[in-house]
């Protein structure tokens, strides 16, 4: 998930990420929503919808659906009007609850393809259909609503139309994900695509009344033949529209093409990206003429979509500029000279920023958006702001209502104090990239403040001055974070992890915080955790329940019966249908199993291997440990040594000669989850299992293929993940660390296995990592440096552990973990407190890595 798709589950909790579809209402619903059902018809509400549908009229499960689409402001009115023709007409129809639920549904970073659906009628045939857009658009010929992507639009009016599913179908898509489903021609079960453009399946023919609209949505969506510019790339999409990189065709230069569609991309006071368009364009023509300020060349209309033609400005954003290698915190232990010249740098940035901000705040301007995605940094050094859009007038103007986590604070929004705040924040990141946790700790202020004076050496005034201006932007004192008890900071000290007693207490943090965030009552989450998990049900060893429980009955924590009885009722799910590893039924058994409830593990394995089989036969069961063959091979090898069930093994075998064919998909990703070092992993496990050699030689082949995108360099050997290079544990050189080892075991006398195996472990000790996660942070890194037999390697692991107090935060006081982002808390196994726990307990005890399967069993497994 990018960063921006964690923002509606930001919204529904303060603390945890949650599914926006099941927070309580807090604001006010429209009447429809809670006045008397109408004669004739049932309600119902499911999430943010609510449903009326006619008694005794039977819907066919799939068919062409109308959407209605209004401006904020008329939705109510717009929902009236719909419902009461849909109640004449005894028509199937749901509409969003609230204007809450409507604003968010059309805010910047909400789904594209979901955005301007306020209603949705379900003719019964395609008669019906037409009779509906018919008589709907006079009634709704003065109604305004922003352009429903994924749809047709009905003539000029506010009715979109689709083909697609009218029940809830599930079906498997390529990547085995489940998805809604429409039939096909032949009955069979298809992915029902929800895409931001317009698409027919191609077994459905257009009814001819559709077809004119069909040809004008083709003219509309084409460039004009006096549109001047070329795109080039997409560098930026949101729900309000595009950033493009074009070339002017008339004269070759580049530019920048900023989109704007109307009412759409809402900010929490309703504005959309055209009147922050036209704010932008002020505001360049305000400034025009200064050097760190893009220069306006046009502003034009195609269609309905508004475009600022901005300077292209060269060089890199100032995240990107950081941390491709050159801030020096991403080695281990980097020396004097390089912390000297980042130093110089990051402070020639700051007093580079505020004398931009200065000169803006004497034009009476406020940028309002200061954070390093909207720095660019030029090739000769200087620096340079880009996107004006929540720009304001510091006299007179609105300031905006929203800005980039770790840059913001809900006391500083107003005049030359927003500006203010997101400079100390970025005098503060350009050394310690962490300041999104201030907004969950505000203690965690002072604690990165004097980390980073210290370690790199600034002058004594550094961190008192960084403090000061944080409180002085936020009306004198530092407003409690997200975390904490209104009324003041918390003054929990965090445990110190280095020391025995510390260490023990953070153990109990992490396990008594993990029981006390349990929902049991809940049916969708058990365990608080990555957003992924509502995808997965819940049941998942990577971001559910399974996860949770695994990691706390491993570390010897209770785990309560009740929490056992709803991972197994979950299992049970008719949605529960993934077989793999950690995201699915094979890893469930294995969490079971480790809580000591045996027949049930047995008994979801039973389901698994059913469901294993299904996939297989469809041909969506990839390769890979997460969730394809080699991840199933390891579940096969546990309950097959626990039973010593021989027809486990040979289901495992069986796999594995899947992996090994001359024909077999390779992975199209590197790393121990999805890659071919968990292949390699899988292979070696067998080869202990079974002793027969060939899979140690097809072990090596498999490590090999993604250590051939290795990278060595002064930092150690890192894997190449999506064109980055990456030492974290799912993806990168740490979950290589682990393969790599386990093969050396096997190959004592291998001395480029050896050397392998230390460039690897040189890479884990980075000494800034964004996230303190088990997968992708911290806690891998330590579990590839703990489990080694080098004292160097075990001595790195020590200092990963010290600089875990960058991270960790207070709740309720205990220690807590920010999830993937930092923008929330997760106690999940991949993201937050389980994998955290389970990390540290391993790392104490030395009982290698203690994830599930991935450590040597020894010479008692079953030949």
Known sequence: MRPSDYEPYCHADPVFYDDPA???????????????????????????????????????????????????????QVIDTVLAHCRDRRISVKFLAGPEIVLKANAKYAPRGASGKLLTLYPRDETELHRLLTDLEPLLKNHRGPYVLSDLRWRDSVLYVRYGAFRQLYCLDEQGRTVSALRDATGALVPDRRRPVFSVPSWVTIPPFLAEQVRTRAQQHNAPDDFPYTIERALHFSNGGGVYKARDRRDGRTVVLREARPMAGLDQHGTDAVQRLHRERDMLQRLAGLDFVPRLHDHLTVWEHEYLVEEFIEGEKLERFLFTGRHPLLTADADAAAIAEHTTLATDFADQLAAMLRTLHERGVAFGDLHPGNIMVRPDGRLALVDFELAFDLEDGQPPAFGAPGFISPAARAGRAVDTYALACLRLFLFLPLTFLIELDSGKAADLAHAAARRFDLPPHWAKQLLADLAAATGGTLPPGRLETPGGCATTDLPDPTTPGGLCHLLTDLADGILAAATPHRTDRLYPGDPEQFARQGVDLAHGAAGVVYALATTGHTVPDDHLDWLLRATRNPKAVRPGLFDGLHGTALALDAAGRTADARDVLERALHLTDTRDGLGVLGPDLASGLAGIGLGLLHFAHRHTDPDLTRRARTLAERLTRPDAPAPTRTGLLHGATGTALFLTRLYEHTGEPHWLTAAEHALARDLATARLDASGLLLNHDDRASAYLANGSAGAALAARALARHRPDDTELADTVEQLEKACAAEFVLMPGLFEGRAGLITALAASASPAARAQAGRQIARLSWHLVRHQGRAAVPGHQLFRLSTDLATGSAGLLLTLHAASHGTGTALPLLDHRGAAAPR
């Open 22 to 76: 099941v927070r309580d209402d807090s604001g006010e619903l429209y009447p429809p929503a809670t006045a008397p059902v109408p004669h004739g018809f049932s309600r119902s509400r499911d999430g943010v919808w609510v449903y009326l549908h006619p008694d005794g009229t039977t819907l066919p499960d799939q068919g062409w659906k109308v959407h209605v689409s209004a401006a904020l402001d008329e939705a109510e």
